[in-house]
Protein backbone atom coordinates (compact mmCIF):
# COMPACT_ATOMS: atom_id res chain seq x y z
CA UNK A 1 0.00 0.00 0.00
CA UNK A 2 2.61 2.16 0.94
CA UNK A 3 4.36 2.08 -2.80
CA UNK A 4 0.89 2.60 -4.22
CA UNK A 5 0.49 5.94 -1.71
CA UNK A 6 4.04 7.21 -3.06
CA UNK A 7 2.15 7.46 -6.72
CA UNK A 8 -0.14 10.21 -5.80
CA UNK A 9 1.36 13.13 -6.79
CA UNK A 10 1.76 15.69 -4.11
CA UNK A 11 -0.55 18.27 -6.47
CA UNK A 12 -2.91 15.55 -6.49
CA UNK A 13 -2.59 14.73 -2.39
CA UNK A 14 -3.56 18.74 -1.71
CA UNK A 15 -6.44 18.50 -3.89
CA UNK A 16 -8.02 15.35 -1.82
CA UNK A 17 -7.00 16.51 1.33
CA UNK A 18 -8.94 20.00 0.65
CA UNK A 19 -12.21 18.08 -0.37
CA UNK A 20 -11.74 19.51 -3.63
CA UNK A 21 -11.83 16.16 -5.94
CA UNK A 22 -13.32 12.29 -5.29
CA UNK A 23 -10.65 9.90 -5.51
CA UNK A 24 -10.33 7.56 -8.72
CA UNK A 25 -8.55 4.59 -6.94
CA UNK A 26 -8.54 2.94 -3.77
CA UNK A 27 -4.89 4.26 -3.11
CA UNK A 28 -6.06 7.70 -3.74
CA UNK A 29 -8.70 7.19 -0.81
CA UNK A 30 -6.33 5.76 1.56
CA UNK A 31 -3.68 8.43 0.78
CA UNK A 32 -6.31 10.95 2.19
CA UNK A 33 -5.17 12.79 5.55
CA UNK A 34 -8.91 12.84 7.62
CA UNK A 35 -7.83 15.27 9.47
CA UNK A 36 -6.99 17.48 6.81
CA UNK A 37 -10.12 16.71 4.97
CA UNK A 38 -12.44 17.40 8.18
CA UNK A 39 -10.73 20.73 8.73
CA UNK A 40 -12.04 21.66 5.05
CA UNK A 41 -15.15 20.27 4.90
CA UNK A 42 -16.60 21.06 8.16
CA UNK A 43 -14.43 24.54 9.39
CA UNK A 44 -16.47 24.80 12.49
CA UNK A 45 -15.27 21.03 13.45
CA UNK A 46 -13.49 22.26 16.29
CA UNK A 47 -9.77 21.78 17.08
CA UNK A 48 -10.08 19.20 19.97
CA UNK A 49 -12.10 17.09 17.25
CA UNK A 50 -9.27 17.31 14.57
CA UNK A 51 -6.90 15.85 17.28
CA UNK A 52 -8.96 13.15 18.02
CA UNK A 53 -8.77 12.22 14.33
CA UNK A 54 -4.71 13.20 13.58
CA UNK A 55 -4.62 10.54 16.85
CA UNK A 56 -6.05 7.99 14.86
CA UNK A 57 -4.16 8.82 11.85
CA UNK A 58 -2.47 5.16 11.53
CA UNK A 59 -5.78 3.40 12.71
CA UNK A 60 -7.31 1.53 9.50
CA UNK A 61 -9.75 3.11 7.38
CA UNK A 62 -12.84 1.23 8.10
CA UNK A 63 -12.17 2.87 11.55
CA UNK A 64 -11.54 6.15 11.03
CA UNK A 65 -14.40 6.69 8.63
CA UNK A 66 -16.23 5.51 11.37
CA UNK A 67 -14.37 8.20 13.73
CA UNK A 68 -14.94 10.91 11.55
CA UNK A 69 -18.79 9.85 11.21
CA UNK A 70 -18.91 10.18 14.91
CA UNK A 71 -17.24 13.59 15.17
CA UNK A 72 -19.75 15.03 12.43
CA UNK A 73 -22.28 13.64 14.49
CA UNK A 74 -20.77 14.96 18.41
CA UNK A 75 -20.76 18.48 16.86
CA UNK A 76 -24.41 18.22 15.21
CA UNK A 77 -23.03 18.65 11.94
CA UNK A 78 -25.92 19.29 9.29
CA UNK A 79 -25.60 15.89 6.82
CA UNK A 80 -27.16 17.27 4.21
CA UNK A 81 -24.62 19.23 2.57
CA UNK A 82 -22.01 16.85 3.21
CA UNK A 83 -23.77 14.32 1.13
CA UNK A 84 -23.38 16.34 -2.11
CA UNK A 85 -19.81 16.91 -1.39
CA UNK A 86 -17.32 17.17 -4.14
CA UNK A 87 -15.13 14.73 -2.03
CA UNK A 88 -16.61 10.77 -1.88
CA UNK A 89 -15.25 10.00 1.74
CA UNK A 90 -16.78 12.81 3.41
CA UNK A 91 -19.78 11.41 1.47
CA UNK A 92 -18.78 8.21 3.11
CA UNK A 93 -18.46 9.88 6.46
CA UNK A 94 -22.45 10.46 6.01
CA UNK A 95 -22.84 6.49 5.05
CA UNK A 96 -21.39 5.85 8.60
CA UNK A 97 -23.28 8.66 10.94
CA UNK A 98 -27.11 7.62 9.34
CA UNK A 99 -25.68 3.66 10.81
CA UNK A 100 -24.81 5.51 13.81
CA UNK A 101 -27.66 7.31 14.82
CA UNK A 102 -29.27 5.27 17.31
CA UNK A 103 -32.67 7.17 16.98
CA UNK A 104 -33.03 6.18 13.42
CA UNK A 105 -34.99 2.37 13.02
CA UNK A 106 -33.62 0.48 10.44
CA UNK A 107 -36.74 1.50 8.04
CA UNK A 108 -34.92 4.63 8.57
CA UNK A 109 -32.05 4.57 8.06
CA UNK A 110 -32.02 2.20 4.80
CA UNK A 111 -34.42 4.82 3.59
CA UNK A 112 -31.70 7.78 4.35
CA UNK A 113 -28.92 5.51 2.75
CA UNK A 114 -30.68 4.91 -0.36
CA UNK A 115 -29.66 8.04 -2.27
CA UNK A 116 -25.82 6.69 -0.91
CA UNK A 117 -26.27 3.35 -2.42
CA UNK A 118 -26.99 4.55 -5.73
CA UNK A 119 -24.16 7.19 -5.70
CA UNK A 120 -22.29 7.73 -8.79
CA UNK A 121 -18.80 6.88 -7.09
CA UNK A 122 -17.63 3.88 -6.65
CA UNK A 123 -16.51 4.12 -3.11
CA UNK A 124 -19.43 5.69 -1.33
CA UNK A 125 -21.40 2.75 -2.29
CA UNK A 126 -19.08 0.36 -0.40
CA UNK A 127 -19.17 2.56 2.51
CA UNK A 128 -22.94 2.73 2.09
CA UNK A 129 -23.44 -1.35 2.66
CA UNK A 130 -20.35 -1.93 4.77
CA UNK A 131 -21.64 1.36 7.07
CA UNK A 132 -24.84 -0.39 7.63
CA UNK A 133 -24.42 -4.18 7.23
CA UNK A 134 -24.07 -4.56 11.27
CA UNK A 135 -27.52 -2.97 11.95
CA UNK A 136 -28.88 -5.17 8.64
CA UNK A 137 -26.72 -8.47 10.09
CA UNK A 138 -28.29 -7.48 13.40
CA UNK A 139 -32.07 -7.56 12.40
CA UNK A 140 -31.57 -10.37 9.52
CA UNK A 141 -34.70 -11.08 9.05
CA UNK A 142 -35.93 -7.81 9.24
CA UNK A 143 -33.47 -6.41 6.57
CA UNK A 144 -34.22 -9.40 4.65
CA UNK A 145 -37.46 -8.46 3.73
CA UNK A 146 -37.13 -4.69 3.55
CA UNK A 147 -34.54 -5.12 0.92
CA UNK A 148 -36.45 -7.81 -1.21
CA UNK A 149 -37.95 -4.34 -3.07
CA UNK A 150 -34.76 -3.31 -3.79
CA UNK A 151 -34.13 -6.33 -5.70
CA UNK A 152 -36.75 -4.78 -8.24
CA UNK A 153 -35.51 -0.88 -8.14
CA UNK A 154 -34.75 0.46 -11.63
CA UNK A 155 -31.21 1.22 -10.48
CA UNK A 156 -28.54 -1.92 -11.13
CA UNK A 157 -26.93 0.15 -8.02
CA UNK A 158 -29.49 -0.62 -5.78
CA UNK A 159 -30.15 -3.60 -6.56
CA UNK A 160 -26.41 -4.61 -6.22
CA UNK A 161 -27.06 -3.23 -2.33
CA UNK A 162 -29.80 -5.36 -1.85
CA UNK A 163 -27.80 -8.14 -2.32
CA UNK A 164 -24.30 -7.28 -1.47
CA UNK A 165 -24.98 -5.90 2.06
CA UNK A 166 -25.69 -9.38 3.29
CA UNK A 167 -23.19 -11.86 1.83
CA UNK A 168 -22.09 -13.93 3.99
CA UNK A 169 -18.41 -13.60 4.26
CA UNK A 170 -17.97 -10.44 2.60
CA UNK A 171 -14.63 -8.37 2.35
CA UNK A 172 -13.96 -5.94 5.03
CA UNK A 173 -16.43 -6.78 6.91
CA UNK A 174 -17.30 -9.50 9.50
CA UNK A 175 -19.46 -12.96 8.70
CA UNK A 176 -22.75 -13.67 9.20
CA UNK A 177 -22.82 -17.01 10.88
CA UNK A 178 -26.69 -17.00 10.22
CA UNK A 179 -26.60 -17.26 6.78
CA UNK A 180 -22.81 -18.98 6.65
CA UNK A 181 -25.46 -21.84 8.07
CA UNK A 182 -28.72 -21.15 6.54
CA UNK A 183 -27.83 -19.48 3.39
CA UNK A 184 -31.73 -20.11 1.73
CA UNK A 185 -33.03 -17.34 4.41
CA UNK A 186 -30.90 -15.17 1.52
CA UNK A 187 -33.38 -16.32 -1.16
CA UNK A 188 -35.82 -13.17 -1.20
CA UNK A 189 -32.75 -11.48 -2.38
CA UNK A 190 -31.16 -13.70 -4.39
CA UNK A 191 -34.12 -15.46 -6.39
CA UNK A 192 -35.09 -12.16 -8.00
CA UNK A 193 -31.99 -11.26 -8.90
CA UNK A 194 -31.08 -14.71 -10.86
CA UNK A 195 -31.33 -13.06 -14.19
CA UNK A 196 -29.95 -9.72 -13.74
CA UNK A 197 -28.90 -7.87 -16.83
CA UNK A 198 -26.56 -5.60 -15.01
CA UNK A 199 -22.86 -7.51 -14.66
CA UNK A 200 -22.58 -4.92 -11.71
CA UNK A 201 -25.33 -7.42 -10.35
CA UNK A 202 -24.65 -10.54 -11.78
CA UNK A 203 -20.61 -10.54 -9.84
CA UNK A 204 -22.51 -9.40 -6.78
CA UNK A 205 -24.95 -12.46 -6.71
CA UNK A 206 -22.15 -14.95 -8.17
CA UNK A 207 -19.76 -13.71 -4.98
CA UNK A 208 -22.66 -14.03 -2.36
CA UNK A 209 -23.58 -17.70 -3.67
CA UNK A 210 -19.29 -18.29 -4.11
CA UNK A 211 -18.98 -17.12 -0.13
CA UNK A 212 -22.14 -19.62 0.54
CA UNK A 213 -20.15 -22.44 -1.13
CA UNK A 214 -18.09 -22.46 1.26
CA UNK A 215 -20.09 -23.48 3.96
CA UNK A 216 -22.47 -24.86 1.93
CA UNK A 217 -21.40 -26.45 -1.35
CA UNK A 218 -24.67 -28.44 -2.03
CA UNK A 219 -27.19 -25.94 -1.43
CA UNK A 220 -24.95 -23.43 -4.14
CA UNK A 221 -24.81 -26.29 -6.84
CA UNK A 222 -28.34 -27.25 -6.14
CA UNK A 223 -29.11 -24.12 -6.15
CA UNK A 224 -27.54 -23.27 -9.70
CA UNK A 225 -28.79 -26.48 -11.49
CA UNK A 226 -32.47 -25.19 -10.25
CA UNK A 227 -31.69 -21.62 -11.74
CA UNK A 228 -30.54 -22.98 -14.95
CA UNK A 229 -33.24 -24.67 -15.57
CA UNK A 230 -35.41 -21.78 -14.84
CA UNK A 231 -33.70 -19.14 -16.44
CA UNK A 232 -31.33 -20.60 -19.83
CA UNK A 233 -30.69 -17.46 -20.31
CA UNK A 234 -26.85 -15.54 -20.60
CA UNK A 235 -27.02 -13.83 -17.54
CA UNK A 236 -28.01 -16.76 -15.39
CA UNK A 237 -25.23 -18.95 -16.40
CA UNK A 238 -22.92 -16.37 -16.12
CA UNK A 239 -24.03 -15.96 -12.43
CA UNK A 240 -24.07 -19.28 -11.79
CA UNK A 241 -20.91 -20.29 -13.42
CA UNK A 242 -18.94 -17.75 -11.13
CA UNK A 243 -21.01 -18.68 -8.28
CA UNK A 244 -19.30 -22.28 -8.22
CA UNK A 245 -15.68 -21.15 -8.58
CA UNK A 246 -14.41 -22.29 -5.55
CA UNK A 247 -16.17 -26.03 -6.11
CA UNK A 248 -14.26 -28.64 -7.33
Same mark, same amino acid.
Given at each position: ???????????????? @????????????????????????????????????????????????? =?????????????????????????????????????????????????????????????????????????????????????? +??????????????????????????????????????????? =???????????? @??? @????? +??????????????????????????????????
Amino acid at each position: MSAGIVDVTPARLSLL @NAGRVASATLTEGLAIDFAQLLAAAVPAIGAARLEQMRAQAAAGITKRM =ALAAQLLLDAQVDLAPLQAHASDTVRGWVCFAIAAQADLTLPQQLAAMRPLADDGHFGVREWAWLALRPHLAEHLLDAIALLAPWT +SDASERVRRFACEALRPRGVWCAHITQLKEAPQLALPLLQPLR =ADPAVYVQDSVA @NWL @NDAAK +SQPDWVRSLCAQWLQESPIAATARICQRAQRSLA
